[in-house]
């Protein structure tokens, strides 16, 4: 009988704690499913700027609603969203009314960020599954979700081309006016008919990313220690003290000049080098030149951005070197992060 009960209360033992494991694995499942929802801006530190009052008195309703649908860390976006779309001043603040096929301006002010938010929301796991950026995300808000397959279908990554061949193709290649100080720089002030394909570049006018830190433990560096440039390369051809400038003496300055140094803007840098035949690429190696396109990663939309690479770390992150960042004629150091490395192209 003492045997029997043994047995038992062995039995009933090994059952709580079967059941308590259980218990356990469900809630760090869960935890860490939890842990793991979209969030392409863990690795972003964003903060607004220029953001008007009219808007900023909207940021509890936003914050309110952005936690209901587990886009916290994207409130500074979609304040910059509202600033673009209404500067806060109508009902319908994030004219949100489209993504539910209302018509413009149908919902109240609630109603209206309740639904933008949501909207992000989805945008941000329709990225996740299709592997695309947040600019994509940003420019989706504005074009709607095919832009997220227009983008994941070619390079990826937003860049502005992109937005311009979408709106292209749904516009039928209809041009209208569009006088804002960034078309103008751009092409002289006009876009295609469909959307605002410098809508990415117009939210990013009330965003900073701060997400890469700086390095000032580079080795070899010798700051803007080169040549006279000569006034004849003028004309918008590396200046000097711009990035361009300071990416060509680089090159020079480590023993690996460039085969053309005549590259122009920093944004039409691969372009040119490939016309060049210069050896292009994705892949970020030691004295390679990092170049941003147009708009990309929030560089200028009228002169993208160039650097060079001065190492490559076991994280993925890339330590550069570059002019023009910080301010005209100032070398400065970053630590681009692995996901923005992989978006940018390289000149070897």
């Known amino acids: 009988m003492i045997l029997f009960k043994l047995k038992f209360i062995l039995i009933i033992g090994g059952l709580a704690i079967g059941a308590l494991f259980s218990l356990l694995f469900f809630v760090t499942v869960f935890i860490s499913d939890e842990e793991t ?3 392409l ?3 972003e530190e964003w903060e607004t700027v220029n953001i008007s009052d009219a808007v900023l008195a909207h940021q509890p309703m936003v914050e309110k609603y952005a936690k209901a649908y587990d886009v916290e860390d994207y409130v500074p976006m979609i304040l910059a969203i509202i600033e673009v779309e209404s500067g806060g001043e109508t009902e319908d603040v994030m004219q949100s009314s489209e993504s539910l096929g209302l018509p413009v301006n149908s919902l109240d002010t609630e109603d209206s960020i309740e639904q933008g938010v949501k909207y992000i929301s989805e945008l941000l796991d329709a990225s996740e599954e299709k592997s695309v950026d947040d600019e994509t995300v940003i420019q989706s808000y504005n074009f709607g979700a095919g832009f997220i397959d227009h983008v994941a279908e070619r390079e990826g990554s937003y860049s502005f081309e992109l937005a311009e061949s979408f709106a292209k193709e749904q516009s039928d290649g209809e041009k209208t006016a569009y006088s804002h100080p960034i078309a103008e720089e751009q092409n002289g002030g006009w876009r295609y008919s469909y959307g605002n394909m410098f809508y990415v570049a117009r939210i990013n006018e009330y965003l900073e990313f701060t997400n890469s830190e700086s390095n000032g433990d580079i080795a ?27 990416a060509d003496n680089r090159r020079k300055e480590i023993g690996t000049p460039l085969e053309n140094t005549r590259l122009g ?6 372009p040119r080098a490939k016309a060049s035949n210069m050896e292009t690429g994705s892949e970020p190696k030691v004295g390679a030149v990092m170049v941003y396109d147009y708009c990309q990663l929030n560089v200028s939309c009228r002169y993208g951005h160039v650097a060079v690479v001065e190492k490559v770390n076991e994280d993925g992150s890339v330590e550069i070197s570059e002019m023009n960042w910080e301010g005209h004629n100032v070398v400065s150091y970053r630590t681009v992060s692995e996901s923005d490395a992989k978006q940018l192209k390289y000149i070897y």
């Open 41 to 43: 801006a863990s690795n």
């Open 37 to 39: 929802k979209t969030n």
């Open 220 to 246: 070899n560096i010798e700051g803007s220690k080169f040549p006279e440039p000569d006034p004849s390369d003028y004309g918008g051809i590396h200046p000097e003290g711009e990035c361009t400038y300071y």
């Open 265 to 270: 803007d920093a944004g039409s840098w691969i």
